[in-house]
Every structure is written in C-alpha cells, then in structure tokens.
C-alpha cells in the first residue's frame, strides 16, 4: 500500500464510511475537551473582571486607608483601611502558629516517623485539610468563647497547618536521599543534616506552601466569622479584641441595601483578589526558580 | 553546598581525629560537641513529634468540642435529630433532615456538572494540549480554586443569580415546569440551582487538577500502541486512559463532592436561606455549613447554639465519610498493574 504509489480503491487516503464517522466522534470529543478548558478560564476572566469593572475605581488611597464610616447611605466615602491592617494582623498571627507546627509536622513524618506511626498522622492531616471551615470556626469559638484576633489567627492556623504540612513534606520527600546518606556517611550530627542540608534544599517548597497558606488564609471567611466578626470599625489592632478583616467586611457589605456599601465590597473585592492572584502567581514562579536552583 | 549555613560552618574543621579514633576503638569518650549534637539531635526529634502531637491532639481538640457543644441537642434529640424536618429556633424545635437534603442536592448537582467538565479538563491538560498551552491553562484553572469564597459569593449574587434566574432557571421552567425539579424560579435568583453553579466553579479546578495526574500516569507506550492499531484520538482515550483509571476519576468526584458539602459562605450568599425540603431545584434551600454560617452569631437559644454543633458534628461526619470512601475505592480498586 502506498509503496508503489498506485491509488488502491480498497484503501483510500480520505476517511469514508465507519472510519468518517469514528473520525467525527473523535473529533467532536476532543473539541469539547478544548471547550471545557476553555469555559474554565472563560469563566476565572469573566470573574476577575466582574470585580475589576466594579471594584477598581474604588480604590484610591483614601478607600485604602480610611476606615468605613458609621452610616454611609448615599455617600460615597470611608474605607477599608482598618479591615486591611486587621486582616494582616490575624494572618500574621495565623501564620506565626501555623508555620513552626506545620513544618514541624512534616519534618516528623518524612524523617523520624516509621511508616506504621507516619499513617495515622498522614490521616489526620488528610482529615483537616478536608475539614469544613467552618467548623474549624465554631471549634474555637467555642474553645476560647469571647472573640479576638487571637481566635482568629488560631482558627485560621486550623486551614493553614495542613496546607503547610502536606506540600513541605511533599518537598521534604522529593530531596535526594543521597544527600541526607552522604551526610551521615561523614558523620555529620541528624541535627546538622536536617537543618543544614536538607531543609534548605526543599526549602523553595516549603516558602512557596508557606505563601499559598497565606493567601489562602487573608481570602478565609468562614473560621473568622464567629472568631472576629467585627465590622466597619474604625482601626483596632489590639490582639484580644476583635479586628475588622476584609472578608468579614466584604461580607458584611454585601448584604447591605446601601449602594455605596456594595460599591465598598466590590473594592475590597478587587483589592483581596488581585492580592490573592499574584500570590498565587509569586509562589509558582518562586518554586519554578528554586526547583531549577536546585537541580531538583 | 550550605556551607555558609550555621549548623554547619566550620564544621568539618572541628572533627577531632583522636576522639574519631576512640570511638573506633570502641571507648566513648565524648567530646563537647558530640554532645551538644546528641542533645541537639535529640531535642530536633522531640520538637518534630510535638509538631505531629499538636496536630494529632489539634483534630481530636475538635472532635471533642463540636460533640461537646452538641451535647444539649444531643440529649434533647438523640440521633433521630438526623430525620427531624422542622428547625424553627422560635419553638425550640430542631432537625437536620432539611439541611441535610440541601446540601446533598446541591452538592451532588454541583459535582455532577463539576465532573463532566472537570475531567474533560483533565484530558486535556494531560492528552490534548501541547505542553505550553498546558502550561499556561493548567495554572489558570487552578486559580479558579484559589478566588475566596466570600468574593465568588459577591459574584453570584450579583452576576451568577441573575444569570442563572433569566437564562436557566426561566427558560427551563417555562419548557419542562411539569417536572417537579423545574419548579417555579423566585424573585432574584436565589436558589439551590445557584449555589450549585458556584460549588462547580470551587469543585471543576480540584477534579480537572487530580484527574489530569491520574491520566498523566498512564504509561505513553500503551496510548501510542492503541493509535498504532488505528484507534482515533477518543477511541484511545475511552479504550486506554479511561478504563484503565476508573477508579481514579471516582476519587477525585469524591475528593471534589467532600468540598462541595463544607462550602459554607458561598453558598450561603446565594441560596436563600429557607429551611424547606422542596424538589424544585429553583426554589430557596439552606445547607448544613450555609445554616451554620448565617444563624451562629445570633443564637436565641441555648438549644439552637447546640442544634448548629449537632449540625457540625453531621457535617464532619459527611466529610469523614467521603475521606474513607476515596481510600477506600483508591484501595480496593486503584493500583492497577500495567501489563
């Protein structure tokens, strides 16, 4: 067939009959595979400018450093400078309790735990990074009663540890045990392995689980809404009080009938999500270079 | 190559050839350092366990607590506060049933639409495009998970309700009302059909992520011999990458549903919030989580702040449950061996 180039009636080079059609049902099938990824990032675009058309006109310095006023109906003013600064603050609690705990964990389970110990603890981190939200919300607010910032960063820690935990052990995993064997071989302490070898060699992995968790954690509404559910407060940064945040805020002013409010949500909207995007977008770059740094 | 890093500066310097020796020797004689290594090592390993303690003790701490704050509805209700209908905080009567149904149908709804795209997504990140595209729109996807639940609410309240009420919800009423599911929409557009469009976006990038792994590993020699026998593109997909990882399809579908039930603000923005059992899908719902989400901060009973830890404790009952149930399929069916 084809080698002496004659045309043969029985093998045509154009599909017919049964091949056409299987060519078509294949065809169609893998357009619609295009399609779907398409409606995908059709629908992230449509999202992201939704809040942009609405929101981004919103931000000015004042809207970012004022804080909301006490009744705003009609008027266009204030801002959600406090809700910015608290927000901060809960993460920055949050992640201070997270990290240590999360690495920690991890450190654990890819270096000291044997596999019948490594299990069972690989089960919980498996359980809380599926746990609801909100039910890391209504545990502390039950565990701690009064809400404060502190609450808050410790429900928030709740989503954090696993993130942190599961992605460092991944990248405590993926470091060559060769490294860890020549170490021992020349009689260098576990100690000085660990901290000095092989953490800083997944260490891109860990920073880049350390920068999503903390996206992750400022975009969380659901642990802080019974933890910190103050609103339209003017700046308060003292950690055993509540603290404006800018999901509470963003869900607050969404319910509200006052078209200035809502304008108000849509620029903490915009604000919480183009934060929230270039981290996502820094932390992929971030482990790209690493992992390249790295030979990994 | 860390040999700027501390616990390892100067290090090998240090290495006494003599105490080397004794310990060839078999004598233990140990030096300064060796010691502060031992104790270091050791308190290295300590901090480590404490980290998996705190973890460990951290998910029991829950446990504990949600059944605690259950415990007068527990002893109110008993288990059958599953199969109650009525929750009306103004008669201190409490059951799950209607939340429990909400938040079935929304969540299986959502992931079924979620399912269908997801993997389709999933063939095309691992089969179908060429590796740059895919490495451009897998990223993409992903970020689709990463929009906060409070933003993606403020959307669908103004943006996917009203999408969904004059496009779907009408035109659906309108040509097949005489199905009970495509009963009459409301006002604005809240409805389960809504929060399950929002609970697709949050699922779609978790199923499109897990499946576009699976379908990664089935081994190039097996899809290039199927396109060799002249199987075309989907002939090779549905006879080799699609029956061979069933098993994971199904889990990611589950991994994305026990997503779907804890999504609580989201949903709660755009549902409603009307404690019914209705079969019209168009209709006002509430959720477990959702519930949770608007009633907890103005309790006007004891008795209610303990019926919405009843509901948590359900809720994280659901969650475990889909957790097992993914292992258990990824056990019992997973791991298949390529000949």
Redesign the interface.
């Known amino acids: 067939m084809g080698v002496s180039g004659d045309a043969d009636p029985s093998f045509a080079l154009t599909p017919s009959g049964n091949l056409r059609r299987r060519l078509a049902v294949s065809r169609a099938l893998v357009a619609a595979t295009v399609l779907a990824a398409g409606v995908a990032v059709g629908v992230l675009i449509i999202l992201v400018y939704f809040v942009a058309q609405r929101g981004a006109s919103r931000l000015s310095l004042g809207f970012l450093t004022k804080a909301l006023p006490l009744v705003s109906f009609g008027a266009v003013s204030g801002g959600i400078g406090p809700a910015i600064a608290g927000t901060v603050e809960i993460v920055l609690i949050s992640t201070v309790i997270a990290l240590p705990v999360g690495v920690l964990a991890a450190i654990y389970l890819t270096e000291f735990a044997t596999a019948r110990v490594a299990k069972p603890v690989e089960t919980v981190l498996e359980v809380l990074s599926g746990l609801p939200t909100i039910i890391a919300g209504i545990f502390v607010s039950a565990l701690l009663v009064t809400q404060s910032a502190y609450a808050a960063g410790v429900a928030l820690a709740i989503v954090q540890v696993p993130l942190i935990a599961r992605t460092s052990a991944e990248s405590l995993r993926r470091v060559p045990e060769a490294l860890g064997e020549a170490a021992d071989a020349l009689g260098i302490a576990r100690w000085r392995t660990l901290t000095g070898i092989i953490l800083p060699t997944a260490a891109g992995g860990i920073v880049t689980a350390t920068i999503l968790a903390i996206a992750r954690a400022a975009g969380e509404t659901a642990p802080v809404l019974f933890t910190s559910s103050a609103f339209g407060t003017p700046y308060q940064l003292n950690p055993t009080q509540q603290v404006p945040n800018l999901p509470v805020e963003i869900y607050n002013l969404a319910n509200s009938q006052d078209p200035a409010a809502i304008a108000d949500a849509w620029g903490a909207a915009f604000l919480l999500i183009v934060l929230i995007l270039l981290a996502n977008v820094g932390a992929r770059l971030w482990l790209r270079h690493s992992e390249r740094k790295r030979g990994l | 190559?860390?040999g700027w890093?501390?616990?390892?500066r100067g290090?090998?310097a240090r290495?006494d050839p003599a105490s080397?020796a004794a310990a060839l020797a078999g004598r233990t004689r140990l030096t300064r350092l060796n010691r502060v290594?031992?104790v270091?090592?050791r308190?290295?390993?300590w901090?480590?366990?404490?980290?998996?303690l705190?973890?460990?003790l951290?998910?029991l701490?829950?446990v504990y607590?949600?059944i605690?704050?259950a415990s007068l509805a527990l002893h109110r209700f008993g288990p059958g506060f599953v199969g109650r209908q009525q929750w009306s905080p103004a008669t201190n009567q409490f059951g799950a049933l209607t939340l429990l149904y909400g938040t079935l149908v929304t969540s299986v709804f959502g992931v079924a639409i979620a399912a269908?795209?997801g993997v389709?997504?999933g063939?095309?990140?691992s089969l179908?495009?060429p590796r740059r595209v895919a490495a451009v729109?897998g990223?993409?996807?992903?970020?689709?998970a990463?929009?906060?639940?409070?933003?993606?609410?403020?959307?669908g309240?103004?943006?996917i309700a009203p999408f969904a009420l004059h496009n779907i919800e009408a035109p659906l009423h309108r040509a097949f009302g005489f199905i009970p599911l495509f009963g009459p929409p409301g006002t604005v557009g809240n409805s389960d059909f809504t929060a399950s469009l929002v609970l697709v976006?949050m699922v779609?990038?978790i199923i499109?992520a897990l499946t576009r792994d699976i379908f990664l590993t089935v081994p190039r020699e097996l899809r290039d011999g199927a396109e060799a026998l002249g199987a075309?593109?989907?002939?090779m997909?549905r006879g080799v990458v699609l029956s061979t990882t069933p098993s994971g399809v199904v889990v990611a579908c589950i991994?994305g549903f026990?997503?779907a039930?804890?999504?609580?603000?989201a949903v709660t923005?755009v549902i409603g919030n009307i404690t019914q059992v209705s079969a019209n899908l168009f209709a006002r719902g509430d959720t477990l989580?959702s519930l949770?989400?608007n009633q907890?901060?103005t309790p006007v009973s004891a008795l209610h702040t303990a019926s919405?830890?009843y509901l948590?404790m359900v809720?994280?009952t659901l969650?475990?449950s889909?957790?097992l149930l993914a292992r258990y399929v990824s056990r019992n069916f997973g791991r298949r061996q390529w000949a």
Do not use: N
């Open positions: 190559m860390s890093w501390w616990p390892l290090y090998s290495v080397s290594d031992r270091a090592s308190a290295l390993r901090l480590a366990l404490l980290g998996a705190i973890v460990s951290g998910l701490a829950i607590q949600v605690t704050g269908v795209l389709a997504i063939l095309f990140l179908m495009a729109v990223p993409l996807v992903e970020m689709l990463a929009i906060p639940s409070v933003v993606l609410g403020l959307v309240i103004y943006l976006i779609v990038p499109a075309t593109r989907w002939e997909i991994l026990g997503r039930i804890g999504e609580a603000i923005q989580a949770i989400a907890f901060l919405m830890f948590g809720l994280f969650e475990l889909t957790i």
